[in-house]
DNA sequence: CGACCTTTTGAACGTATTCAACCGATGTGG
DNA sequence: CCACATCGGTTGAATACGTTCAAAAGGTCG
């Protein structure tokens, strides 16, 4: 794997509720950016919030970053400052061992929070690489900190947000530890494919953004074992495959393929 | 795995800063259950704060919960109401997948806070039972709301602490994901002696209050695999291995098999 | 068009699993 | 108190699954 070159990725100014100013020369196109009127509000960060807490997060969204298909967000070890939560495009993250082995930790899409792997180091200990041509909105932490500090709901969320990816992280657990390879990958399918509804997108039809490689690497497999499963589902007429272009033809043979080993 | 028999765990009252009269009842041993005074303090949640938030993390902690030897401290689906920092003694945490099979996500020693798998949905999505008598703080999560309203470092605090805990999940995935049987054993154990070393126990001899399949759970591997590895250690003058004592005679050597696939 | 990257597929191989037997310690009931 | 069941652990032999190595096809981009 050889992404990340790194350049340092577009900083977007963004629309601020107290900057009036600043907004009259950006525009309307501005406006859309806040959080009160996104339309990923309910899968983001501000999710649940009712409109009085909501213009408050506005007050954290600053500036926005445009990070082009190849480049990093961040890497390991530089300074941890903001978080952000994808606007666009799509994400995968990574950690390092010592010895230089890979491992895909996750793939994060519209609405999802990264960075929170660099609160507790003031460091980062992920990569963070765009597949596509994302946008990422910037929430820089101490902002993050003095609007939760009069935000009790806004504490609740990001408690929230924190506890859903320890509870994610469970779950890939569960399926490195005790999945066999058919399993692993109708699993990550079908967690695709209901990130994807979830996002108004459909069920059953998507372009994977990932290399076979990156999905090896995040299931514990190798590029070639995700090749050869995938090429079984479509033997068994569960799947078309064609390229990165995924069609789940049937969901419930899918389904049954997560649920026990010897299907 | 069968524990969990899920008798409820005996409450302890404890002292409390302002409840002066049940401190007086209690006497100079409730004093010590203070976080103030507590030797763990420096490696639990008020882990770098200062004296005067100190004190305000004191008030967190109403009531201890005495936990026997395969006893559950709490179960998946069981509302979530509090966060515990273990006292003493020794838990494993585990999640059980749709179809029953179980995967170990963690083992947690002395100052290590357990719970915050319950945040985001408002109740619990592990089960963690006690691998011996043991004792844990009870930090009632509302309140923990309460006070880290008004004390700014106890909120970093607790974003610290589950920054850390998705941090270990990924390295648990790394280790799941790319590691040999060999080398996770390897981890696991240069883990587990780092931790002990961190409480002021040696760094090479300590007793596993595991079963090999616990460890198998944890690591992906079946217990025969753990059991086979730690013989391939004894032969090899790594490990001396009686039972559940284990000592670590050459922890270079130990490294070394962590090192390198292929060494 | 050619170079490179991603993906697919086949064949041989190796690692961890499965199945089974056995040991020792612990605990129970006759 | 001893016989017997149970549980945790070790070890062996056969098996299965995913990996490794290799070749080739299809796509993309300069």
Redesign the interface.
Do not use: F, K, N, W
């Given at each position: 794997m050889d992404y990340a070159l790194a350049t340092a990725p577009t900083v977007i100014p963004v629309h601020h509720a107290s900057a009036a100013v600043a907004a009259l020369q950006i525009g309307i196109a501005a406006l859309r950016t806040q959080c009160s009127t996104c339309n990923l509000r309910n899968l983001c960060l501000p999710c649940g919030l009712n409109a009085k807490d909501l213009d408050h997060v506005n007050e954290l969204i600053y500036t926005r970053k445009r990070v082009k298909a190849g480049e990093a967000l961040y890497q390991a070890g530089t300074p941890f400052k903001s978080l952000y939560a994808v606007r666009t495009g799509f994400f995968k993250s990574y950690?390092v061992?010592?010895?230089g082995?890979?491992?895909?930790?996750g793939f994060q899409m519209a609405g999802e929070i990264i960075g929170?792997?660099?609160?507790?180091?003031d460091q980062h200990?992920?990569n963070v690489v765009a597949l596509e041509d994302s946008e990422v909105c910037v929430i820089p932490y101490v902002r993050l900190?003095e609007v939760?500090?009069k935000v009790?709901e806004l504490?609740?969320q990001?408690?929230?947000?924190?506890?859903?990816?320890?509870?994610r992280?469970?779950?890939?657990?569960?399926l490195?530890?005790?999945m066999r390879a058919e399993e692993r990958v109708a699993a990550f399918l079908l967690n695709l494919s209901q990130r994807f509804v979830a996002r108004g997108y459909a069920s059953s039809e998507f372009y994977l953004r990932m290399t076979r490689e990156d999905i090896g690497?995040?299931?514990?497999l190798k590029l070639e074992t995700v090749s050869r499963v995938f090429s079984k589902f479509r033997e068994d007429g569960i799947l078309s495959v064609r390229k990165r272009q995924i069609c789940i033809l049937n969901p419930d043979g899918l389904k049954e393929a997560l649920?026990?080993a010897d299907a």
């Open positions: 950690v061992s010592e010895d082995r890979d491992q895909v930790t929170l792997d660099g609160i507790h180091e200990t992920l900190e939760s500090a009790p504490r609740r990001v408690h929230r947000t924190m506890s859903r990816e320890i509870a992280d469970h779950g890939v657990m569960l490195l530890g005790s690497s995040y299931l514990g649920g026990h």
